[in-house]
């Protein structure tokens, strides 16, 4: 019996500094045997062109109109004959031994999900000098579903959970894939926090592969860390309320009411203060969804000086002199 083939499914768009970094990544993987799936999906640079001339017969370059990341990435997955898939963004890369490693231990555990660690850096950083993400959730469990709680619940479940994995840390048998509905296309901000919600209810544990690592690239504008707030759209905002949404949906049937509201109470403040006074539909939609599952009070996050003033004047004033002063 030969080895088994790991699909590398990689979403393209205007990614040009960056693409040939992550497809040499892709292709310098220990792991002999592998495909790459590249969908470019309606890039505006040359980044079609440059992943082009990477083309042979172990890498499929494919293009389709602009449609997004999770639309790029079903449209992979469509091609993929993998017996386990790889997703890795364009912008980012993975230690050499990354899908070897955890194809070794995936082999010796069916049904399992493998993970590793993510060094985060950013674009102009020194990687050696980055952070790494030595976070809870980088251990082995056969609680899944423990494992997702935590994940989603955060503070709510005990001290120190929460997080985002970011998804070239995974590695997922086709099995699973298969057993789970495709990437969400209607989203476009925490498309990979929905689906992985998904794929972690359909496996049977994780485990956690050390001395090998996901890197993701984070971005520094003007000398600036910009944050998610300073970014996002009305239809990106818009997403990631869709994605609360159906968490929700997901676990439902699965967890007690009482702890699956005060779970979900953090997520929708956070998108409810962060989307006043720019997107006040959205604004009042989620800190609504806040009351109904029993919010008491808003809670503003930010700097000393804000939160002091907003426990005087309120989170809404403290957001309006923001967006008046900074514009988000």
């Known amino acids: 019996m030969g080895k088994p083939l790991v699909s590398i499914i990689i979403p393209l768009y205007n990614a040009s500094p960056f693409i040939s970094k992550c497809l040499e990544s892709a292709i310098n993987q220990t792991w002999p045997q592998k495909e790459i799936i590249v969908v470019d999906d309606g890039s505006t640079d040359d980044s079609f062109e440059i992943a082009k001339t990477y083309q042979s017969k172990s890498v499929q370059i494919h293009q389709q109109q602009n449609k997004g990341a999770s639309a790029a990435r079903n449209l992979g997955l469509a091609h993929a004959r993998g017996d386990y898939i790889q997703f890795l963004d364009a912008d980012d890369f993975l230690s050499e031994n990354k899908i070897e490693l955890q194809v070794e231990v995936l082999e010796k555990n069916p049904g399992y999900l493998a993970l590793c660690e993510t060094i985060h850096f950013f674009n102009s950083s020194d990687i050696l000098q980055s952070n790494r993400d030595k976070s809870w959730y980088n251990q082995t469990t056969d609680q899944p579903f423990d494992f997702l709680l935590k994940l989603i619940g955060g503070e709510v479940i005990g001290k120190g959970y929460g997080g985002m994995i970011q998804p070239n840390a995974w590695l997922v048998p086709s099995s699973i894939i298969n057993k789970t509905d495709p990437w969400n296309e209607e989203l476009s901000v925490d498309d990979d926090g929905e689906y992985f919600c998904r794929i972690l209810l359909n496996t049977k544990g994780i485990c956690f592969v050390p001395e090998t690592f996901n890197y993701y690239r984070k971005y520094l504008v003007s000398g600036a860390n ?103």
Request: without cysteine; positive net charge; hydrophobic residues 40%.
């Open 226 to 328: 910009i944050s998610l707030s300073q970014q996002l759209t009305y239809k990106g905002y818009s997403s990631m309320i869709k994605a609360i949404d159906l968490k929700y949906e997901y676990l439902q049937t699965k967890v007690a009411v009482d702890l699956l509201n005060k779970m979900f109470i953090a997520p929708y403040v956070r998108v409810g203060i962060a989307t006043f006074p720019k997107f006040n539909d959205l604004s009042r939609y989620a800190i609504n969804k806040a009351k109904q599952l029993g919010a008491k009070k808003m809670t503003y996050s930010g700097g000393p000086v804000s939160l002091k003033l907003s426990r005087y004047f309120g989170w809404r004033v403290i957001r309006l002199i923001s967006y008046w002063r900074f514009g988000f």
